[in-house]
């Protein structure tokens, strides 16, 4: 009889138990009837309520904070149906192959428990590993198991970025995902208002687990300390919502929502989102107030500006999407609008795109600073607002 160490011929689907799928369904069901009850529930205002200004302004409110609870309860609910629904199929590597890896890593200090390619429609050709340093060995930096791994695969492989950093002497599992097609540089420069010690802007960049990298600039109203706050708790929750899962969109209606609660026009705040796909080079533009973007292929410069209000104005916004295909070589340069604002009431926006197109640095933090010099320069020095450049570019892995 074979121990629970050796390898086991067995395909595994995991999903959850029939009664867990359905508690979970039944509590996405109350979610929806829950959201129901606030779209249909109307409070009728007494006349009185409405015969001022105040009034009326104090019942808008009521209803708009009706259908921004139910469209809260509307995404959990949809969040707990795709939970519901996902299945994670494990085929185990063949036995003779588990065998010869086995061996392989072990003459790399690493003994071996499970081997298995994880697919689902999300997810193909993910590895994972169930193994542990051997006997009287020192814990080994995971990085130094994957060159190993694409050796012997004969691809390039990475640690998933929720992979331990070390193999250690209890066993723990390990993801290993193929490398993107592209990789990513990235660079940025910023100057502060006049007057002022700190800028209101922040900068984000975050790699996500399924190959994406998100490019997030926010401005908040105003100046100093206090927008730079404001700005800073954007980009922070924007980066926890999308590691937890959810979606661009529904992220930014949250997030929205949350601001417009607030009731203060200090509380609104500029968002610009970049989603660029590792694997296909394609890039996605959101823009919620945010000052226009270029994408510059070699001598070519192209606007991309997407109108729109800031996050907190309205209730519930129309996210309409740019899409760009981006080739090696390729950049895109994000903007504040202290910049473009600057630049339009000179009316210089023109000679910018000049600019960019006869840039031939091809370091993204030398362009950014350069970018940002060339603004300051033709506003004679004078920086009337916080100035932003975020700028990045792709090539092939």
């Known amino acids: 009889m074979k121990s629970k160490d050796n390898y086991i ?22 979610y929806r009837n829950i959201a129901k009850i606030f779209l249909n529930f109307q409070e009728a205002p007494e006349q009185s309520k409405t015969q001022n200004r105040q009034g009326m302004i104090y019942h808008r409110q009521m209803v708009e904070n009706q259908y921004f609870m139910a469209e809260q309860f509307l995404n959990m609910a949809d969040k707990l149906s795709q ?42 050709g993910v590895l994972e590993i169930t193994m542990r340093v051997v006997q009287n060995r020192e814990r080994i930096p995971v990085t130094d198991i994957t060159e190993a791994l694409g050796l012997y695969y004969d691809m390039r492989l990475k640690p998933s970025i929720k ?16 490398e993107p097609a592209f990789m990513v540089l990235s660079g940025q420069a910023m100057a502060v208002k006049d007057g002022e010690e700190i ?6 960049v975050s790699e996500a687990v399924d190959g994406h990298m998100y490019f997030l600039m926010a401005d908040g109203v105003g100046s100093g300390r206090e927008a730079s706050l404001r700005s800073e708790k954007v980009l922070d929750f924007m980066e926890k919502f999308l590691a937890a899962g959810y979606s661009k969109e529904h992220t930014i209606q949250i997030l929205n929502g949350l601001i417009l609660q607030d009731g203060q026009e200090s509380a609104m705040s500029t968002l610009d989102v970049c989603d660029l796909n590792l694997y296909k080079g394609v890039c996605e ?22 109108e729109n209000l800031p996050l907190g104005a309205f209730g519930t916004m129309d996210l309409d999407v740019a899409r760009r295909r981006l080739d090696e070589g390729d950049y895109v340069i994000m903007l504040t609008d202290g910049i473009l604002e600057s630049l ?10 000049e600019y960019i197109s006869k840039l ?14 060339y603004c300051i320069g033709i506003c004679r020095g004078n920086i009337r607002d916080d100035m932003s450049v975020l700028v990045f570019g792709m090539w092939k892995n």
């Open 344 to 353: 339009i009431m000179l009316g210089q926006e023109e000679k910018l795109m």
């Open 83 to 124: 939970v519901a629904t996902e299945s994670y199929q494990f085929v185990p590597e063949e036995e003779k192959q588990f065998k010869q890896l086995a061996r392989y890593l072990k003459r790399e200090g690493v003994e071996v428990k499970h081997i298995y390619f994880m697919e689902n429609e999300n997810r193909d």
């Open 285 to 306: 533009f959101s823009k919620i107030g945010a000052a226009a973007s270029y994408h510059k292929r070699d001598y070519l410069v192209e606007k991309i500006w997407i």
């Open 9 to 30: 011929a067995q395909q595994t689907i995991i999903t959850l138990p029939e009664y867990g799928i359905q508690k979970i369904k039944n509590c996405a069901d109350s």
């Open 199 to 204: 800028s209101g802007d922040s900068i984000l």
């Open 360 to 373: 031939s640095v091809k370091n993204p933090r030398e362009m950014a600073q350069k970018i940002l010099q």
């Open 163 to 178: 992979s331990g950093y070390f193999v250690e002497p209890e066993y723990q599992s390990f993801t290993f995902i193929q």
